[in-house]
Every structure is written in C-alpha cells, then in structure tokens.
C-alpha cells in the first residue's frame, strides 16, 4: 500500500520557522521527483518544492525560493521541507506529493498524495 505520511507543520509567528517531513513507502521512489504542495479555501492546489531521488535536483516556487529548503534522504524516500522567513499567506494546507518529472509541476502530474498538514502563520 503507497503511503505519504507527513510530519510537522502547525502555528508559527510570521517570520519564524517550520519544518515538514514526508516519508514515502509502499514502492520505489528512487525514479520520483518528492516534495510539496500547497493549498488555500477556494483556490487551486500549488506547487511549493520537490527534491529528485538523489537530491541534487531541487526545483522551487517563485514565491518560496530563497525562504524554503528542500532536502531529501536517498535511502529512507523521505523529504524535508524547512521554511524560514515565514509569511501569512504561506498559510496553507500542506501536502506531500509524488511526481514523475522534473522541474515545476500540476497538480495532474501527481502520481501520489499524502492527507495533508495544517500550516497557519500569524501576523
């Protein structure tokens, strides 16, 4: 059974720091790019990160590139996602995601979903 089972995330100052995990299990994960997805009520679903297999390919959103870091452990499919100079529209539902290309992905381009993590900054 594919599992995404994500760690962390919760209340945070804005300007201040959350991390989230992701582990992903139930098949090989060698060849998918693992990362994060973001969602607001009533709008669309948005790439945030993914890291590739080994972790030396790392693709951003503009709006987080420079405040978010995504790393990758190789051998365990698990993936990390430290953000730091939190913003209050990085208030979101987050999840963890699966995706078989490089580079910034839809939401259709998702082989795999986690259930998602609250993330609330406050002003």
């Known amino acids: 059974q594919v599992q995404l089972l994500e760690s962390g995330g919760g209340l945070a100052q804005a300007g201040g720091s959350l991390t989230l995990s992701c582990a992903a299990s139930g098949r090989s994960f060698r060849e998918s790019m693992l990362g994060w997805f973001r969602q607001t009520p009533g709008k669309e679903r948005e790439f945030v990160a993914t890291a590739s297999g080994s972790g030396a390919i790392r693709t951003y959103a503009t709006a987080v590139r420079g405040r978010f870091t995504i790393s990758r452990e190789y051998t365990k499919d698990i993936v990390h996602l430290q953000m730091s100079s939190l913003k209050p529209e990085d208030t979101a539902v987050y999840y963890c995601?699966?995706?078989?290309?490089?580079?910034?992905?839809?939401?259709?381009?998702?082989?795999?979903w986690g259930q998602g993590t609250q993330v609330t900054v406050s002003s």
């Open positions: 995601a699966a995706v078989a290309k490089y580079g910034v992905a839809s939401p259709n381009e998702v082989t795999d």
